[in-house]
C-alpha cells in the first residue's frame, strides 16, 4: 500500500495550488511598519543561516532551482503545510481554553455532503481498512450541549491518498458534515485511514530524500468543529500506538489528539468518543 512511491505527486500539488487560489481569504490588511517588521525579519534570519553553514554559490544556485520547481510542482501549498503551518497555528490558537487545533494541511474541500446527528461517510463498495465509528459531543466551555453544530470530517484512505487530489477516487470519498441534534451528539461510520506518505517524486520529496529525513505522517482524521457564535476550530486527530505519531514529518501531532480506540459494540471495527468544547467567538 503506502509504502510504494506515491505516483500522484504532481497531480496533487498542482490541485492542491489550485483549491488554495479558489480558497476565500480573509484580506490581511496592510501594514506597511508591520511588512517592513517581518519581512526584514525573516530575509536577515536567511542571512543568518548563510554566515552560519558557510553556504555556497553551487548552494545557493541549488536552491534558486529548487525554489523554481517547488512552484512549477505546485508544492507550495504542501511545503509551507508540512513545515511552516504548525507555527502559524500554534501562534493563532495560543488563547485557546477549549478543543485543541493544529494544522489543516492542504486537502481540506468546502461543502462535503451533510446529515443530521449521524453519517456514513461516503466510501466505494468494499472501501479497504478498519470499519472505525467515531463519536463525540459538542459542547460549550461549561460543557452544555451545543445543538446544529457542524462537524466536517475529511481523511485519507488506506492507501493514504485523498479525494479530489489523487486519481480515480469519487469525488466527496471520506468527506462528510454532520450537524449535531439538540444533544449536541455526532456521530460518522468510516473507516481508519492509513499513514500518509509526501509524494516522493515532486520538490518536496527531493528535499526529504537529500536530507535523509522520512516522508511519512501518522495516520490521522481531519475536522473543522464550529457553532454560532462560537470559534471554529480545525484539527487533526491520530491513533495511539500507529506509525509515526513521534515523528511526524508536519510537527502537528499533540498529547491531547491522540485516540485510543477499542472494539466496536457493534463487533464490527473499532469504536472511538471524542468531545469537542468550543471557545466563545
Ligand atoms: C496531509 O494529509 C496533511 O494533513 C498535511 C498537513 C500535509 C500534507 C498532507
Ligand atoms: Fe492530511
Known sequence: TATVPNPTAAGSGRNATERFAQKERSAA????????AIATDAITALHEVIRKHGVTYAEYDALKAWLIRVGEDGEWPLFLDVWVEH???????AGRLGAVGTIEGPYYIPGSPESRSEATLPMRDGEQGTPFLFQGTVTDLDGNPIEDAQVELWHADDDGYYSQFAPGIPEWNLRGTVRTGDDGRFAFHTIKPAPYQIPTDGSCGALIAAAGWHA?????LHLKVSAPSKQ????????AGGQHVEDDVAQAVKPELVLHPTPAASGRGEEVTYDFALDPA
Open 29 to 36: 490588511t496592510v501594514d506597511q511598519a508591520r511588512v517592513s
Open 87 to 93: 507555527v502559524v497555528e500554534e501562534v493563532a490558537n
Open 216 to 220: 511519512w505522517r501518522p495516520a490521522h
Open 232 to 239: 471554529l476550530v480545525t484539527t487533526q486527530l491520530y491513533f
